[in-house]
């Protein structure tokens, strides 16, 4: 009895219940010896209800203690998996930041027209950032797919037209291996389809660069094929087809289990860290689809899935990969533009890459220094970091917006646009470019977002002012 009452004193999980557990055989025992001595009459009913009564409060108390245990062991388990989201969050966050610099200043150093040597050594100093930079992306991919915290959107898509940007990204790839990369389009539904952009570009390009990391020689096929037009659906196969080095049937289920590869020999061969084929399956699955294969040793593999999408109401032109070609994008004479940038080696690659498209840039290294250089009869556009010493992006964004300043504003981070989007948005700003970014991504954002503005050929003098 003294050990129940310390307990339910001290709160611990199911006490209560064993106090009284304990309360109710010691009337029972009372009971049984008062009987025994002739003090009162046999009350079998009340001692049977006494015993049950235990027996049911023992129970009480065994499951409170069960379901507190369990409840601090997920509670241990959800702190875990933050603690793992937070450290690859950070970790992404420092390893995209150096490599901001380097694939900035690599681009750069490329378009200075060096020597043939020089070129070859710089290309393979951007692949090799270009892989790391993947290889981190997939983990990231990989950890918010576990966690559930992966989104579809649902908007029109020209699957033809992001397919032939995907084989035309890849096509220097192939080209270097001496592997031919071929599309085909067979079927085309008029209209364009409702789906991811992003994710469906992801599913595809990793199927498509698998199938050419695998391939020492031949080719590599990707087709898109309309097997089904409904009034308000179509239903598409997509498949990834090479002449690879193919997958042993008694090894193919094991390519799709996160950080495995079919052979440990393939890692060091090949390289890659095993995610790519895991994550392109779940992200498929949680959209109700199957990813199939078919493959043989020594003769290649076929990577395909049949999805049904909901068709929009715009119209889509058959066959527009063949009209893609690689434009530039040259930024108007006269922009001037405010950079808010803390680090001194992305405030030179931003700067560096503007300022050799014509345009004058005016730096703040925080977001309290931002709020008092910004002059918009000056400035046409913000490039906004938002983790700064002082004052960060988001809050010197929301002061501006306050202000009433209309000014585009585009967040330069080393997060992912998921981990950003909803403060981005609350904050006013308005677009995101992630960390690492190539010049031609740049240059893009900001020509989506100048606004109609007349810029003055004398705007470089009074920047310079």
Known sequence: MYVDLQAARNKRSGSLYGLLSTA???????????????????????????????????????????????????????QGLRAKSEFLSTMSHEIRTPLNAVIGMTHLLLRNEPRKDQEEELSVLLFSANNLLSIVNN???????????????QIPINLEAIAANIVAGLKLTANEKGVELLIRVEGHPGRKLLGDPTRISQVITNLVHNAIKFTREGWVHLS?????????????????????????????????????????????????????????????????????????????????????????????????????????????????????????????????????????????????????????????????????PVMDGYEATAILRKRGETVPIIALTASTPTEVERQALAAGLTDVLVKPFNPDDLCRIILQHLQPVAISPHAHDKGRG
């Open 224 to 388: 898109i094929r309309l097997d089904d037009l409904m009034e308000e659906s179509a239903t598409l196969t997509i498949s990834v087809e090479d002449t690879g080095i193919g997958i042993a049937p008694e090894k193919q289920h094991m390519i799709f289990d996160r950080f495995t590869q079919a052979d440990s020999s393939t890692s060091r061969s090949y390289g890659g860290t095993g995610l790519g084929l895991a994550i392109t399956r779940r992200i498929l699955e949680l959209q109700g689809v199957t990813l199939h294969l078919k493959s043989e040793p020594g003769k290649g593999s076929l990577f395909y899935f049949t999805q049904t999408f909901p068709l929009s109401t715009e119209k889509s032109e058959e066959h527009p990969y063949e009209l893609l070609e690689p434009r530039k994008n040259h930024l108007p004479e006269g922009l001037f533009i405010l950079l808010v940038e803390d680090n001194p080696l992305n405030v030179l690659v931003a700067q560096t890459i503007l300022e050799n498209s014509g345009v004058t840039v005016d730096v703040a290294i925080n977001g309290q220094e931002a709020l008092d250089r910004l002059d918009t009869t000056r400035h046409h556009l913000v490039l906004m970091d938002l983790h700064m």
């Open 139 to 153: 983990i990231l991919d990989y950890n918010k797919i576990e966690e559930g915290k992966i989104g579809f959107e």
């Open 24 to 78: 109710v055989m010691l009337v029972i025992s009372l009971m049984l010896n008062l009987h025994y001595f002739g003090f009162i009459p046999p009350v079998k009913g009340i001692i049977f209800i006494g015993y049950i009564s235990f027996f049911f409060l023992q129970s009480l108390s065994l499951s409170h203690r069960f379901a507190h245990t369990f409840r601090q062991a997920a509670f241990q388990a959800q």
